[in-house]
C-alpha cells in the first residue's frame, strides 16, 4: 500500500495483476431505466471496471449490438475497463466456454467468473467455480471470480492463479448489505496481501463504506444504482462513500474501546478519577 | 373536371407499422393522397406493433421508463377511445378496448418490489384512488376470481387500458385504402441524400415519413434493436379481465387478455436486434409466470411463440428529426401503443402536420374528461371492492 502523502488525501492506487485499476467503485450495466442514463451514471461514478454479461446465443451479433456500442464509446473515452462476465453460467464448462467467447469478442483477457449454484439465492457454486478458474488461469485469462466468503475457497481460488477474489456482500439484488461481516472481518485478516472486492448484495452507499473500511480492496454493485430512484445521483452517492471508506481506511481506523475516554484532555484531573469513584 | 387534391400535400410512409399506419389513417381522412411502403409482405407482418401486448399503461410503466414519457402516456390515453370511436364509425368494425385498469402483484417473497412501485408513485404525487388503489388479497380476489390464490398484495390502476392491436392495425390499413390511400408491400425504401427509392425506383413525394422503427436506422443510427419475445395462449375457461403484471426482481412479465379467450404473455428484454425464435429459457421464465399467476391456465393451450425487435434510442424516448426528404419518427421502444398517439400530437402542433388532432382531448378537457372518469371509478370501487 502506498504512503499516504502530506496533506493531500490521495486515494492509493488499485492493482490487480500488475495492471492499475482506474477505480474502486465498479458497476454493472443493466437494468438502468435507458442507455443514456446508464452513461450518466458511469460518469458520475467513474468506475473502474464496468461489467457486461455475454448471453451465448446473442454473443455473435456483438458488431451490429447497439447496447454494447454505447458502452463501448463510454470505455472508449473515459478509461474505464471492461470487465465481460459469464452471469447465467450453471458449470464449469458453460462458464469456460462462454469466457472463451468473451475473450474473443472483447479482445480481453479480464472475466468475473460467475458460476450459478442456487437458481433461487444466485450462489455460486463453489466446486464448479474452483473448477473453471483454475482452466481459465491455465488458457491465459485474468479470473476475478464471484464466490462465496468462505475463507479455504477464496484461499484456493488464490492458489489457483485468480489475481484477485469477489466475496458476496449478501445475494444478488437484494440490498441487504454485509450479511457475513464476521466472516467478512476474518477474510480480510487470514489474507491481507490479495486483492478482495465485494461483488453483490449491496443497497446503501454505508454498506460500500463499511465494506471499504473493513480494508477490501473495492466493490461491485449495479442494481442499488439502476434501481435507484435517480440512478445518476446514487452513483455519486457510491462513489463518494467508496472514496471516503477507502481513505478511512488508509488513515487508520481507531479501536474500539469498552470505556468512555474524553477526548478532550483534562488538564489536572488526578488519576484516580479513572475508576468511577470520586 | 380538375382533381379537388391535386393541389394538396402529398404524403409518403416509410413503414407501415402502429405509427406509419396511424399517421396514414389520419392524412387520409383529412383528404390527403398518402402512399405508404412496408418491406415486409402483406400477409407476414414485421412490425413490432404486431408482436406488442398493446398495452397503455402509464402508471405501471413509470418506475421502468424515461423521464416525461409518463404525461405522454396519459395524453395517448385519452386519445386512443375517440380515435377507436373514429375507426369504428368509418369502417363499421369495432377494436376492442379494455378499461378495466390493470393490476400489479408480486409473490410474497417479493413483496418488496410492490414496496419499491409505492416508492415511485409517491415520489411522482401520485396517491389519488381514481389512479392508484392499493389493494388486499380479498379485493385482488374480488376484481379477478381466477387469479392465485396467493397473492396477498397489490396494486390496481384503474385508468390503465389495452387494446386488441393486430385487429387495429388490419383495421388502419383498410381505412386508409378506403379513403383512397395506396399500401405497397415487399417494398425496400432506400433515403438517398436527395430522393428516395422504393425498390430501386426513385419515387417523389412532396414529403416522407420514415416510420421505420429499427429499419429505419438509416435516417437515425442511434437506433438499436432490443429484442422482446411473447406468448399467447388460448384458455376459454379462465376469465381473466385485465392486463395483471407480475413483478419480480428479475423479469418484467405481463398477462393481458385479448378476444375469444386467448391471452398474451410478454415480454422478455434483451439487448440484441436478434429476431430468431423464442429461447428455451424464455418460454419456461414465461410459462412459469402463467403457472404462477393462474394455476388454472395449467391447462390453457400455447398457441403462439413469438420474437421481434422494438426500436431504442439511448434515452428510450421517441424522437421526430428532419431529413432532407421530411421527418423521421423513431425511439418508440417498448412503449408503441403508449406514445404514438401523443406522438401525433406532437408531430401536429411541433411539426405542422395537419392530422386533425384536437389538443383538448388530450389536455384542458382531459381534466374534465379524467374527473367523470373519475366519478366513474368511484362507483366500479364501491361496486367491485370489499370495504
Not at chain 1, 481506511?249 to 488526578?270: D, K, N
Not at chain 2, 409473490?107 to 389512479?131: K, N, V, Y
Request: charged letters at 15%; hydrophobic letters at 45%; glycine letters at 8%.
Amino acid at each position: 500500500m502506498a504512503e499516504p502523502t502530506n496533506s493531500e488525501p490521495a486515494l492509493d492506487n488499485l492493482v490487480i495483476d500488475g495492471e492499475v485499476i482506474p477505480g474502486r467503485l465498479w458497476l454493472g450495466t443493466s437494468l438502468y431505466p435507458s442507455p443514456s442514463i446508464m452513461g450518466q451514471s458511469l460518469q458520475a461514478a467513474g468506475p473502474g471496471f464496468v461489467t457486461v454479461s455475454v448471453r451465448r446465443q446473442t454473443a455473435c451479433q456483438i458488431e451490429d449490438n447497439g447496447h454494447w456500442q454505447l458502452i463501448d464509446d463510454w470505455l472508449q473515452q473515459s478509461g474505464s475497463i471492461l470487465l465481460p462476465n459469464t452471469a447465467g453460467c450453471h458449470s464449469a464448462s458453460e462458464a469456460i466456454l462462454l469466457a472463451n467467447m468473451a475473450r474473443e469478442l472483447f479482445g480481453s483477457r479480464w472475466i468475473k467468473l460467475e458460476v450459478i449454484g442456487e437458481d433461487y439465492s444466485l450462489q455460486p457454486d463453489p466446486f464448479e467455480l474452483l473448477v473453471a478458474a483454475r482452466e481459465l488461469v491455465a488458457q491465459g485469462f485474468r479470473v476475478l471470480p464471484y464466490c462465496t466468503e468462505d475463507l479455504v475457497l477464496c484461499q484456493k481460488l488464490l492458489d489457483a492463479g485468480c489475481p484477485a477474489v469477489m466475496p458476496w456482500g449478501a445475494p444478488i439484488g437484494t440490498g441487504r448489505g454485509l450479511q457475513n461481516l464476521q466472516g467478512l472481518k476474518t477474510l480480510r485478516e487470514r489474507l491481507p496481501e490479495a486483492v478482495m472486492v465485494i461483488d453483490a448484495g449491496l443497497g446503501k452507499p454505508s454498506q460500500a463504506m463499511q465494506a471499504m473500511e473493513l480494508g477490501f480492496d473495492a466493490v461491485l454493485l449495479n442494481t442499488a444504482v439502476a434501481r435507484a430512484l435517480d440512478p445518476v445521483q446514487m452513483a455519486s452517492a457510491f462513489a463518494a462513500a467508496v472514496n471516503g471508506g477507502r481513505q478511512a481506511w488508509q488513515a487508520g481506523l481507531m479501536i474500539e474501546r469498552q470505556q468512555a475516554q474524553a477526548s478532550t484532555p483534562t488538564l489536572g484531573l488526578p488519576f484516580w478519577h479513572q475508576d468511577g469513584k470520586a | 373536371m380538375p382533381d379537388p387534391l391535386q393541389n394538396r400535400p402529398q404524403f409518403a410512409i416509410a413503414g407501415v407499422g402502429l405509427l406509419g399506419s396511424l399517421l396514414g389513417w389520419r392524412l387520409a381522412r383529412q383528404g390527403y393522397r398518402v402512399n405508404l411502403f412496408e418491406q415486409a409482405s402483406e400477409h407476414t407482418p414485421a412490425a413490432a406493433a404486431y408482436t406488442a401486448a398493446a398495452m397503455i399503461a402509464p402508471w405501471a410503466e413509470l418506475p421502468v421508463c424515461a423521464p416525461g414519457l409518463f404525461e405522454l402516456g396519459k395524453q395517448s390515453r385519452l386519445l386512443w377511445p375517440q380515435w377507436l370511436a373514429e375507426l369504428q364509425q368509418q369502417t363499421g368494425e369495432a377494436v376492442p378496448f379494455g378499461n378495466r385498469g390493470s393490476l400489479l402483484v408480486a409473490h410474497p417473497a417479493d413483496q418488496s418490489e410492490l414496496t419499491d412501485f409505492a416508492q415511485h408513485m409517491q415520489r411522482a404525487g401520485i396517491s389519488s384512488p381514481a389512479q392508484l388503489q392499493p389493494v388486499n388479497g380479498e379485493q385482488l380476489h374480488q376484481l379477478e376470481p381466477e387469479l392465485a390464490g396467493h397473492f396477498q398484495s397489490g396494486f390496481w390502476l384503474p385508468q390503465e387500458s389495452h387494446l386488441e392491436n393486430r385487429q387495429l392495425l388490419v383495421l388502419l390499413q383498410r381505412a386508409i385504402r378506403q379513403l383512397g390511400g395506396q399500401i405497397q408491400y415487399d417494398a425496400e425504401v432506400r433515403f438517398g441524400d436527395v430522393d428516395v427509392q422504393v425498390n430501386g425506383q426513385p419515387v417523389a413525394a412532396e414529403q416522407w415519413l420514415d416510420c421505420r422503427g429499427v429499419g429505419g436506422k438509416q435516417s437515425n443510427s442511434q437506433v438499436r434493436g432490443v429484442r422482446g419475445e411473447v406468448l399467447w395462449i388460448e384458455a376459454p375457461d379462465v376469465v381473466i379481465s385485465r392486463p395483471v403484471r407480475l413483478l419480480h426482481p428479475r423479469y418484467h412479465l405481463y398477462l393481458v387478455p385479448k378476444s375469444a379467450g386467448r391471452y398474451i404473455l410478454g415480454a422478455t428484454e434483451i439487448e440484441s436486434d436478434d429476431r430468431s425464435p423464442v429461447s428455451v429459457r424464455s418460454a419456461l421464465e414465461m410459462l412459469s409466470a402463467v403457472y404462477a399467476l393462474s394455476p388454472k391456465l395449467a391447462e390453457a393451450r400455447i398457441i403462439e411463440l413469438s420474437s421481434n425487435v422494438r426500436p431504442g434510442l439511448p434515452s428510450h424516448q421517441p424522437e421526430i428529426r428532419q431529413i432532407p426528404q421530411g421527418l423521421a419518427i423513431n425511439g418508440l421502444f417498448r412503449h408503441g401503443y403508449l406514445l404514438a398517439p401523443a406522438v401525433l400530437l406532437q408531430l401536429q402542433q411541433q411539426w405542422q402536420l395537419p392530422l386533425d388532432i384536437s389538443p383538448a382531448d388530450a389536455s384542458v378537457d382531459a381534466v374534465l374528461l379524467q374527473h367523470a372518469l373519475q366519478q366513474e371509478l368511484q362507483q366500479e370501487l364501491q361496486q367491485e371492492l370489499p370495504a
